[in-house]
């Protein structure tokens, strides 16, 4: 089953994937992890995508898309996965529905965590991320039990460099202008479901996974 997050930076897609993940054993496939993850290795791709998201601004297609098309090409991902991040524009949504085309699969569920906008600046200005395995906290929301220190691995726990007030309002409007319109898209393919995403992480995740489980039901019939 293949399944997309989408929704606005702090929606909490990258919380909710990776919970969602374990739940039903899919890969978690997040541009914005595989990207940062360039970035603090030093790759070609990384130092290439390192200016645009410091100023809170989308990679370009070009660099992102052959960085998707070879992550969902990969064995482990053969069976489905949970997207976040991808598609962030209609010509990455283009992108995507021909790749699997070529795999002979499509997109089967799209979840929009629709969220607020204070909701948003609130979660991604107090957001706390795991240097070593990615894990997200927030300083109030969902403070780590030990002063930046990850609950699941002991790793150091860092502010990201486009949490800033400023790089988040960037987001935001990028997020208006280019995401928007790729939810009206699956919207009228007819695979978008819609869920309130203000509340509690996890109250959100139980919503995703009823949905979830009654879509691959209907798969099944
Ligand atoms: P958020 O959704 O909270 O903004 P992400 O971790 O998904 O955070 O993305 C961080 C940054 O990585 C984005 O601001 C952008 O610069 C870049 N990025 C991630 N995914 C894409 C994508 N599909 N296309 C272009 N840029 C992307
Ligand atoms: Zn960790």
């Known amino acids: 089953m293949r399944i997309i997050l989408l929704g606005p930076p702090g929606a909490g897609?990258?919380?909710?994937?990776?919970t969602l993940a374990q739940e039903i054993k899919l890969p978690h496939i997040s541009t914005g992890d595989l990207l940062r993850k360039n970035v603090s290795q030093g790759t070609s791709l990384g130092k290439q995508a390192q200016d645009f998201m410091n100023k809170g601004a989308l990679v370009p297609d070009e660099l992102v898309n052959q960085m998707l098309t070879e992550r969902i090409s990969l064995p482990d991902a053969q069976e489905g996965?949970?997207?976040?991040?991808y598609p962030r524009n209609l010509a990455q949504a283009g992108i995507l529905d021909e790749a699997l085309k070529k795999l002979g699969k499509q997109v089967d569920l799209v979840v929009y965590l629709d969220t607020s906008e204070a909701v948003v600046i609130q979660r991604?200005?107090?957001?706390?991320?795991?240097?070593?395995?990615?894990?997200?906290?927030?300083?109030t929301n969902m403070p780590p039990k030990k002063a930046m220190t990850c609950d699941n691995c002991g790793g150091a726990l860092y502010q990201r460099s486009d949490d800033k007030e400023e790089t988040i309002r960037k987001r935001?409007?990028?997020?208006?202008?280019?995401?928007?319109?790729?939810?009206?898209?699956?919207?009228?393919?007819?695979?978008?479901?819609?869920?309130?995403?203000?509340?509690?992480?996890?109250?959100?995740?139980v919503d995703i996974v009823k949905l979830v489980r009654?879509?691959?039901?209907?798969l099944k019939v």
Request: aromatic share 8%; hydrophobic share 35%.
């Open 13 to 18: 897609k990258g919380t909710q994937a990776k």
């Open 81 to 85: 996965f949970i997207l976040d991040g």
């Open 124 to 139: 991604l200005s107090g957001r706390l991320v795991c240097k070593n395995c990615g894990a997200n906290f927030h300083a």
């Open 172 to 205: 935001l409007e990028v997020y208006r202008d280019e995401c928007a319109p790729v939810i009206k898209y699956y919207q009228a393919k007819g695979t978008l479901q819609r869920l309130v995403a203000d509340g509690e992480a996890n109250k959100v995740l």
């Open 214 to 218: 009654k879509h691959h039901d209907s």
